[in-house]
Every structure is written in structure tokens, then in C-alpha cells.
């Protein structure tokens, strides 16, 4: 068996660069998992009844109006669309619809039916960029 060299971590200097190398011999795995859960658990924001997580804002927010639409996805999972009240984007918040009472407390939802998927369509490709007609010619650079 070969023995493992014991590293210093007093070595490791804080104004320096290290190479994803040195650094894996200067750090044990247990404190990185501990230090990256850590960092995740001071990030992470529980969502309330009413609130969807807006990326744009990094925070929880209730939708403008209290109005959501809910698109079905499957037959248990919907998506909850709202805007955000305040950079106005798009919010979305997956959700299992037999607890859509409980997460959307006292929003207004809408459901919409889930938009085909491409198999699913009739004319499946779109490729009305490579038809040619009258006009496509007289369009060209010369």
C-alpha cells in the first residue's frame, strides 16, 4: 500500500493562485461538502403559500394582480406562471396538482391546457426560412 502524503493546510496562501490540482490536495472532501452545504443553505428560500421564486429578483415575490396561470404539464405536475410585480419577468413555480390549493392560497389561477409537444403536432417541422418563392430572389444581395 502506498502511503498518503499528509498536507499542511497552514501552506495554503490566501493571496495566491492554485490550479484545481493543488488545491484538491490542500482540501479534505468532508469540509468541502460541509462548506458547499452550507453555502446552498444560506442561499436556499422557502417559497410561502402565494409566492413564486423570481430569478431576476433572487428573491420570493407574489405575482403582480395575484393572478397566475397554471399549465398542466403532466397529469399530476403544473407549472405556475406569474409576472413579478416588480422587474416584471416571467415566474415559474412547479407544482404537484393535487397541493395546488394549499401553494396558491389566495391567487387567482387560470389554467391553460399544455401546448403540444412537436410529435404531437401536424406538420411537425418549420421550415418556412428555406422556401423559396417570387420574392426570396429579389431579396438577395446582388
Same mark, same amino acid.
Given at each position: 500500500m502506498t502511503k498518503r502524503a499528509k498536507i499542511n493546510p497552514r501552506l495554503a496562501k490566501i493571496h495566491r493562485s492554485y490550479t484545481i490540482d493543488e488545491a484538491a490536495r490542500l482540501i479534505l472532501g468532508e469540509n468541502l461538502a460541509r462548506? &458547499? =452545504? #452550507? !453555502? /446552498? *443553505? !444560506? !442561499?436556499?428560500?422557502?417559497? *410561502?403559500? +402565494?409566492m413564486?421564486?423570481? $430569478? *431576476?429578483?433572487?428573491?420570493?415575490? !407574489?405575482? @403582480? =394582480? +395575484?393572478?397566475v396561470d397554471c399549465v398542466q404539464l403532466r397529469a399530476t405536475v403544473g407549472d405556475l406562471r406569474g409576472l413579478c410585480p416588480d422587474c416584471e419577468r416571467v415566474m415559474h413555480r412547479r407544482v404537484s396538482l393535487a397541493r395546488l390549493d394549499g401553494v396558491t392560497a #389566495? &391567487? #387567482? $389561477? /387560470?389554467?391553460?391546457? @399544455?401546448p403540444p409537444h412537436l410529435g404531437e403536432t401536424s406538420d411537425p417541422t418549420v421550415d418556412c426560412h428555406f422556401k423559396r418563392g417570387p420574392d426570396s430572389d429579389a431579396k438577395a444581395q446582388p
Open positions: 462548506f &458547499l =452545504g #452550507d !453555502r /446552498r *443553505g !444560506r !442561499r436556499r428560500t422557502k417559497c *410561502g403559500p +402565494g413564486i421564486y423570481c $430569478v *431576476g429578483c433572487r428573491a420570493p415575490k !407574489r405575482p @403582480a =394582480g +395575484g393572478m #389566495d &391567487l #387567482d $389561477v /387560470r389554467f391553460q391546457p @399544455a
